[in-house]
């Protein structure tokens, strides 16, 4: 069964930020579970997670460590809940590369499905709070 975990990502710069700022980031990596936040005011400040997924980090590898264990646990018949705070990429239209969890999650969730053969029924439930709107939507 999983746990609860506190996982943090740094996206790559997209082409706006790269022309303002270049290459250079506030963030200084340790490992997988700690950096270092510089900042003017306060300096150098560490914080630790369970996993810190730096720039070069792809959507599979956080899908893999943050999801996967869920998605395992939903189809065993404990629920499941991720909670994500950011922008990610489009739903629908993107590279297979670039897809984010909740495509993710759905494609795994369905191969587990189909994986288990005939043998059990399921239903899916997925809620989704999306902010700024904070429009509740349910899809099952």
């Given amino acids: 069964m999983s746990k609860v975990t506190v996982c943090v990502r740094f996206r790559p710069f997209n082409s706006r930020e790269k022309a303002e700022h270049g290459e250079s980031s506030s ?8 950096f270092i936040f510089k900042e003017e005011k306060d300096g150098e400040l560490m914080f630790s997670f369970d996993r810190v997924f730096y720039q070069g980090s792809t959507q ?6 943050v999801a996967m ?19 990610g ?5 993107c590279a297979e590369e670039q897809k984010g969890l909740l495509v993710r999650v759905i494609e795994g969730l369905f191969q587990f499905i189909e994986s288990a053969g005939g043998e059990s029924e399921y239903i899916i439930k997925l809620s989704m709070v999306i902010k700024p709107s904070i429009a509740v939507s349910e899809f099952w």
Wanted: hydrophobic share 40%.
């Fill in 60 to 65: 599979a590898d956080v899908f893999d460590f």
């Fill in 27 to 34: 963030i200084q990596e340790i490992d997988q579970e700690t």
């Fill in 69 to 87: 264990p869920a998605v395992r646990d939903a189809v065993s018949g404990i629920n499941g809940t991720i909670i994500t705070y950011g922008q």
């Fill in 89 to 93: 990429p489009g739903i629908y239209a």
